[in-house]
């Protein structure tokens, strides 16, 4: 089809069925039904098989007619994609209708207070009992787990096995006795992940994912597609007032709680837009050493923009040049961040001393100084994005490895 | 404006690097940096002559091949891997475009077509390298075109047929054409502490000149704008040799029984800087696809020149410190870079002053904008 004519269909289904005077889950349910919910899905899984062009028409048609589309926002995005891609027929089934339809919120359960970079060393333990499998142990940094009806779960069936072998995948129901959900409060004041305690939880058999053994690899697509949604940005807002329709108030409060665990990112990235007003509004842009200050930021900005345009371009012209613009991009985010809280420092002076409304720009110029250390930790420290720059893009020798072997023998964190 | 080079641009740049992969080894590097002339005149007359590359951004109507900074750029960025030893920067890039921008008509057609096909050398006489703003406090002319004073530091003068030296004048910075052997002219060849681009000091007593045009403020500008993207090009060159050679190193060198590059602080290192080329190689390209264009941000080549003076010192320091002991020895050619990078880090201005030039560009640029919140 071409997209005139997915124009046509999508424009013609909305002014017959879309109104803001449903509830959010009825007009997700008809959305579904209708096969609007993912154009881009399989069409033997609730989607059309568009491409990503041919959903975009899509997109932009139900913006046009301020129709509310299918919940995509935070984690429960990466569960849907990857459920998508290694889910049984069943899981599928049960599992990706409430997704869309928003009913069911999830979470990511991978890290944990003893694997954090080296996720393939979980420790969470499953074990086969009577027909399901019971789970024991910790998870950290599962954004929104407290709002979550499942969880997506890396957890060890087998201890004898290497380590990467060892793991397996589960759909976990966080509504049960076995498991609970403590926000993690940050330094910087905010709590938006959670500490996820599992104690005798319980899921059953059908809800191992891909076999057993087969975990590692089905957390890589989870991942992948996480890294896909860092490059992708953040989540959609609202246009639409309530006063429009009952609809776009449930949606506002859906997207509120989604999108409530992000309020501080752009602090965390430095905010480089403010260091030029700022400098100008204190006057410090008349000190020399600011001015240096500014300009090396400037430079280590401009220079990761045109390395990632450049990088875009060559791949877009499909040059066969191996192009290391990911790690690179991530590394870089990491130092522009943390020369912007420098220069930002430099232009505050003893007002730095300050936090709160009343604060330099409504506070925010204290939150970024007491946000950027995440990001150099956030998604891959800089250690490992350094370490896989090295490796995998220069080509330089592995480090050798204490981790072979069975797991059971591999030294851990005590716990 | 272009983003990303051509398919033809890549071609040229092959054939460039081919001709100085065999013309300027490293021990063509070495003898010519212990000769006085410091070029070998046959490979020059091959590289003016056969590959043309004399007269890339001079004009056809010139002479030249036409083309703009961004062939311009790529033929430096070669030259700098290779280390290329001839007056190339300093008769067509610095001259040339000083020319360019400032002569008369009659002027440029006179003498650019020399310098395109190599028929003769010419350099640039400033008397100040560091900062465009201070350019012709020392050297000045009087009304009937009589130069005098001292620039200290003119490259490759020794062996030019022709110096083009600006001069201040009460009605602003002329121009002058200098002939080698002229009345008043001495030439003294200084010691270099990068001996592969040779710098000599000019000392004028009132030597007759002829005043072949101005180069206003803004012109003046424009010129070390242009020279500070080719410069910039040749360092980000020098500086990806010598990342990729002392990579290299780190694979093969075996200490406490394994390859050095298996240890992370050399591993991390290099990540580091990989990233740093990679930004500033970005930033320099980007400069002269704006030169080219007439485009883009005001401090580009600001920009260019100060991320070209730290990275390329970086990737000297690491050269040296990653190869340890071998690293500082006269016999391996890490050095040869090492003293390019750190000569070329203040030439045309510093990175510190070019980061000052930017944030006054970015100021200017925002005009009255004095920050005041509305």
Redesign the interface.
């Known amino acids: 089809m071409n997209h005139d004519e997915i124009r046509k269909e999508v424009s013609d289904w909305l002014d017959a069925n879309w109104s803001a005077d449903r509830a959010l889950i009825e007009w997700r349910n008809i959305l579904l039904e209708g096969g609007w919910a993912a154009p881009n899905w399989p069409e033997d899984c609730f989607g059309r098989g568009y491409d990503a062009e041919q959903a975009a028409v899509v997109s932009d048609v139900f913006a046009e007619k301020g129709a509310v589309g299918a919940a995509q926002v935070g984690p429960r995005r990466l569960a849907a994609e990857t459920i998508l891609v290694h889910g049984s027929d069943d899981q599928k089934k049960r599992y990706l209708p409430p997704i869309l339809t928003g009913e069911h919120a999830w979470c990511q359960l991978f890290s944990e207070p003893g694997s954090g970079s080296d996720l393939a060393g979980a420790s969470t333990k499953a074990e086969l009992l009577d027909g399901q499998w019971i789970i024991n142990g910790q998870k950290v940094w599962n954004t929104s787990a407290h709002h979550a009806d499942f969880g997506i779960l890396v957890a060890r069936t087998d201890w004898d096995l290497p380590k990467h072998q060892g793991l397996s995948y589960f759909l976990i129901n966080m509504r049960q006795p076995g498991v609970e959900a403590r926000p993690l409060k940050q330094m910087n004041g905010h709590a938006s992940f959670n500490e996820v305690f599992m104690t005798d939880a319980i899921v059953p058999a059908e809800d191992l994912m891909g076999g057993e053994g087969n975990g590692w690899a089905i957390a890589t697509t989870t991942l992948s597609i996480e890294r896909q949604g860092f490059a992708r940005g953040r989540t959609p807002t609202v246009s639409r007032t309530a006063e429009e329709g009952p609809i776009y108030q449930e949606f506002a409060a859906e997207l509120e709680i989604a999108n409530e665990p992000y309020t501080w990112y752009p602090q965390r990235e430095g905010r480089v837009d403010l260091v030029l007003p700022r400098a100008k509004e204190t006057g410090a842009i008349k000190d020399p050493a600011v001015r240096q200050e500014i300009a090396r930021l400037i430079c280590l900005s401009s220079g990761a923009r045109l390395a990632a345009a450049s990088a875009a371009a060559q791949r877009k012209s499909g040059s066969n040049e191996v192009i290391p613009a990911g790690s690179i991009g991530k590394l870089g985010a990491s130092i522009i961040a943390r020369q912007a809280a420098h220069v930002h420092t430099m232009i505050s002076g003893s007002d730095a001393m300050l936090s709160g409304q009343e604060s330099a720009a409504k506070g925010m110029i204290a939150e970024t100084l007491i946000s950027v250390p995440a990001i150099s930790i956030a998604g891959g420290t800089d250690e490992i994005q350094r370490n896989i720059i090295s490796e995998r893009v220069l080509g330089m020798p592995k480090e050798q490895r204490s981790d072979t072997g069975p797991f059971r023998d591999i030294k851990r964190n005590v716990t | 404006m272009q983003?990303?080079y051509t398919e033809e641009q890549e071609q040229f740049r092959e054939v460039v690097a081919r001709f100085l992969r065999v013309k300027s080894t490293a021990g063509d590097v070495r003898q010519l940096m212990a000769s006085s002339e410091g070029y070998d005149v046959a490979v020059w007359r091959q590289l003016c002559g056969e590959v043309g590359l004399a007269g890339t951004h001079i004009p056809e109507e010139y002479g030249g091949a036409g083309f703009g900074p961004v062939e311009l750029g790529i033929v430096s960025e070669e030259m700098g891997r290779y280390l290329y030893c001839g007056p190339f920067f300093a008769s067509s890039v610095m001259a040339g475009y000083a020319l360019l921008n400032g002569a008369t008509e009659s002027y440029k057609s006179a003498i650019l077509p020399d310098i395109a096909s190599g028929a003769k050398i010419a350099t640039l006489v400033l008397d100040n390298l560091n900062n465009p703003g201070e350019v012709g406090a020392a050297l000045k002319a009087t009304k009937e075109h009589v130069v005098s004073g001292i620039a200290s530091i003119v490259v490759d003068a020794h062996i030019a047929d022709l110096l083009i030296v600006a001069a201040s004048t009460p009605d602003g910075l002329g121009l002058y054409l200098v002939n080698a052997g002229s009345e008043g002219l001495s030439i003294t060849p200084q010691e270099a502490l990068d001996p592969t681009r040779k710098l000599s000091r000019v000392s004028l007593s009132e030597v007759r000149a002829e005043r072949i045009g101005w180069l206003t403020e803004s012109l003046l500008n424009q010129t070390w704008d242009q020279i500070c993207s080719v410069l910039a090009h040749e360092m980000i060159g020098g500086a990806q040799h010598l990342f990729e050679s002392t990579?290299e190193y780190?694979?093969v060198r075996v200490q406490f029984g394994?390859?050095i590059?298996?240890?992370?602080a050399?591993?991390?290192r290099?990540?580091?800087l990989?990233?740093e080329l990679?930004?500033?190689?970005?930033?320099i390209?980007?400069a002269a696809f704006c030169l080219a264009a007439s485009e883009g941000e005001p401090y580009v080549a600001s920009?260019a020149k100060?991320?070209a003076s730290d990275t390329y010192m970086e990737a000297a320091r690491a050269g040296v410190q990653l190869r340890g002991g071998i690293g500082f020895t006269w016999e391996e050619d890490t050095h040869l870079w090492y003293k390019r990078a750190k000569s070329s880090e203040v030439f045309m201005g510093s990175a510190?002053m070019h980061?000052?030039r930017?944030?006054t560009m970015?100021?200017r640029a925002?005009g009255h904008?004095?920050?005041?919140?509305p």
Do not use: V, Y
Request: aromatic residues 4%; proline residues 2%.
């Open positions: 983003t990303m990579l780190t694979k394994r390859p590059g298996s240890f992370q050399l591993k991390h290099c990540a580091d990989l990233m990679e930004f500033a190689k970005a930033a390209h980007h920009m100060a991320m510190h980061r000052e930017m944030m970015i100021e925002s904008d004095t920050g005041e919140q």
